[in-house]
């Protein structure tokens, strides 16, 4: 399928809690609200795809209970085609999203259930679908070796590589040499490199250690800070778009990894595809929730022309 994005991750049911500050430990607070409703970084990040118009794949695993039921719900209003397995030995994923009220700003907790028992075995159930993909994307929320199985798979393919490496965890050298983009935030920058990312100069700085290591390209995501792309030949810092009041962050990273991926798929050079991701994220945190939160072409290319 030419332009087409393959997605390994997960899935999981978000309980988002919004409060005016986080309980300390032991203590009950009073919530401002509550809401149930899908998310995952892999699973919102093939929605933020397949809502710009790609076709996307995305392999996971849930469980066969309640939660599962969001998923498919989900990923059938998006256009996402699922590659997906259920084990009833299992749970479909779950995560606690904690939400400042004031500033949107969010803690999380995820328990990924089935999908940690993401495998090789069910990489190469589907590695047609990642060899015939224009791009690949994957994270850290399934087990680490599942990924880097499946990386090599699309790079001796010669498909492009994203790894999104959040949660933050450490990663091997050989892992990067897979990885013809990675895309980490401030925090998981630093966890990678040990530098600290505090400014877009710093972020250079990181982003040249992420190379040694052997990445194609760095794209340093900075928050309202907006992007930094950093390769051998290119250092472009790209700045983030203000689509109106920020409501809550949560998908933001996963709304830009979404828009990129598609952006590479039409051809956009790393610049250009990273304005485009900083779009659909600047839209993204203006709405409620993860996967609910991302939109559509129209509404980023009225963003882009604006």
Not at 19 to 45: C, V
Not at 129 to 152: C, H, R
Not at 231 to 259: C, I, K, Y
Not at 263 to 289: H, K, Q, W, Y
């Amino acid at each position: 399928m030419a332009n087409s994005v393959t997605i390994l991750g997960v899935f999981v049911a978000d309980t988002a809690y919004r409060a005016d500050r986080p309980p300390r430990m032991g203590e009950t607070i009073l919530g401002n609200s509550f809401t149930l409703g899908p998310g995952g970084k892999g699973s919102n990040q093939s929605v933020a795809a397949a809502r710009l118009g790609a076709e996307v794949n995305f392999i996971s695993k849930l469980g066969d209970d309640d939660l599962a039921q969001i998923a498919i719900k989900t990923w059938a209003e998006a256009g996402v085609r699922p590659a997906v397995t259920h084990d009833p030995s299992s749970y479909t994923g779950a995560a606690y999203i904690f939400i400042e009220e004031a500033t949107g700003d969010n803690a999380i907790i995820v328990c990924p259930g089935a999908a940690m028992t993401l495998s090789e075995a069910d990489i190469d159930a589907n590695a047609e679908l990642i060899k015939s993909s224009s791009v690949f994307v994957t994270q850290l929320e399934q087990p680490i070796p599942t990924a880097k199985y499946a990386l090599k798979i699309a790079r001796d393919a010669g498909v492009a590589t994203i790894l999104n490496p959040a949660p933050a965890a450490p990663l091997d050298y050989e892992i990067f040499a897979l990885c013809d983009y990675v895309t980490p935030n401030e925090t998981e920058t630093t966890e990678l490199t040990g530098a600290p990312v505090e400014s877009v100069d710093e972020a250079r700085v990181a982003a040249d250690i992420l190379l040694d290591k052997g990445v194609g390209t760095a794209v340093i995501t900075l928050g309202e800070n907006g992007v930094l792309i950093h390769n051998r030949d290119v250092s472009e810092h790209v700045a983030a778009f203000n689509a109106g009041p920020v409501v809550e962050t949560t998908g933001a990273g996963d709304a830009f990894n979404g828009g990129f991926a598609v952006a590479l798929t039409r051809g956009f050079d790393p610049v250009e595809a990273a304005r485009f991701g900083c779009a659909v994220a600047g839209i993204s945190v203006t709405r409620p929730g993860t996967a609910p939160s991302m939109p559509t072409l129209d509404e980023v290319n009225a963003l882009l022309a604006g």
